[in-house]
């Protein structure tokens, strides 16, 4: 089994920055890769962002440019690193390890307009 924790959420005002966190333990030589989501209030959980084992990486279109994942190389921490907020991206962000049944229990992010 994989545990996974994020942290580093927060309020900010748009435009601005935050980095969030998410590590892991456990199992963690099964991973494969892992993911980012959020989920706004009342809408479902996206996909944001995500980074394999080989450093391939893949970003929903509203955020490239602007998010930047990157992970430690025995996977014990992925980051989101968030620049210029936007109020859109207001939302609960969770990480995932992609293709297993295992999630953190997320971090609120708040961006005031």
């Known amino acids: 089994q994989v545990q996974l924790v994020e942290s580093g959420g927060g309020l900010v005002q748009a435009g601005g920055s935050l980095r969030l966190s998410c590590a892991a333990s456990g199992t963690i030589n099964s991973i494969d890769a892992i993911g980012w989501f959020r989920q706004a209030p009342g809408k479902q959980r996206d996909f944001v962002a995500s980074i394999d084992r080989s450093g391939s990486i893949n970003y929903v279109d509203s955020v490239k440019g602007r998010f930047t994942i990157s992970r430690l190389n025995n996977w014990s921490t992925v980051y989101l690193q968030m620049n210029s907020l936007k109020a859109e991206d207001t939302a609960v962000y969770y990480c995932?390890?992609?293709?297993?049944?295992?999630w953190g229990q997320g971090t609120q992010v708040t961006v005031s307009s």
């Open positions: 995932h390890v992609m293709g297993q049944p295992y």
